[in-house]
């Protein structure tokens, strides 16, 4: 595999992600490196069957925004979607052309919500009753050491703060428990090293196993989980009084169960967080 020199490293601070396609989570400009990571990354494909399931694919058309119309592409036709990808936002498409509609990575990959503008950007493209999905890094996992910042306390927190804000805006949650698969621990020590310098190896040096544990979230709402104006909400029930949403956000994981859909998959050691973000909802019943 070709070393990698400085212009080839993962983009540094924050935001890893590619702003513009993010067919993978971390981008670089030497194919090779890009080419070995699209082969390890989600193997079993969890990612692109938990869209499947969560925005019904199947026979419908399906807009992918911020790809090259590559392997994400691929993986949605091959699970019968009608695939339109964009390697930006979609402007360029017309409005009401899909029924679901896409976002990997981008910006939402990074701690940072979209920018404004994002997401009603996508929703444009949406016909009535559409639904759409954010893929984005999960993190409090293997592959969150490669970041430059590290798995930090602080990290972390404006991980979940990014959550609180999803949800806020009425989208519900899943966690997919995904893997980077290598054929051997010295392929990924290889790769990890030539990847990402001294944090790779250092990553790598930990492995008992070939693969590094990798959680996405993957936020969604549709037409009818949207935000509604308070003042709009006050005057169509004529009571003065803002109804906020017209559905609460969902969040289950360890016996926790929010809204009348639940969202949020979460392991025992994650489910707490989702406890605290959805009691600030009030949108908890249950207990785990």
């Not at 996405?216 to 949207?226: K, L």
């Not at 639940?262 to 908890?284: K, N, Y």
């Amino acid at each position: 595999m070709p070393s990698v020199g400085a212009a080839d490293a993962p983009v540094a601070g924050p935001r890893l992600y590619s702003g513009g396609v993010a067919d993978l989570p971390f981008s670089f400009t030497n194919p090779a490196i890009a080419t070995q990571l699209r082969r390890v990354v989600d193997r079993e494909e969890k990612i692109p069957r938990a869209i499947a399931e969560i925005g019904e694919i199947a026979g419908r058309d399906v807009v992918v925004l911020h790809v090259d119309g590559g392997i994400r592409s691929a993986q949605l036709r091959a699970l019968g979607a009608r695939v339109t990808a964009s390697e930006g936002d979609g402007r360029e498409l017309r409005p009401k052309c899909a029924d679901v509609v896409v976002r990997y990575w981008g910006e939402a990959g990074a701690v940072a919500v979209p920018p404004p503008g994002a997401i009603a950007a996508a929703e444009r493209l949406l016909r009535p009753q559409g639904r759409l999905l954010i893929v984005a890094d999960y993190g409090r996992d293997d592959v969150a050491r490669l970041r430059p910042e590290g798995e930090t306390p602080e990290v972390y927190r404006a991980l979940r703060a990014r959550d609180a804000e999803f949800i806020e805006q009425g989208f519900k949650l899943r966690v997919i428990h995904g893997w980077w698969t290598f054929d051997s621990v010295e392929e990924a020590t290889g790769f990890l090293g030539e990847a990402f310098g001294d944090r790779g190896l250092q990553v790598a040096a930990g492995m008992r196993r070939p693969r590094l544990s990798h959680k996405v979230v993957i936020y969604h709402r549709d037409e009818a989980d949207r935000p509604v104006d308070r003042e709009q909400s006050a005057t169509a029930t004529g009571d003065g009084r803002g109804r906020g949403r017209p559905r609460g956000g969902g969040v289950t994981g360890g016996g926790v169960t929010g809204g009348a859909t639940g969202g949020v998959t979460l392991d025992g050691r994650d489910s707490a967080t989702a406890r605290t973000i959805a009691h600030r909802r009030g949108a908890v019943s249950g207990q785990g």
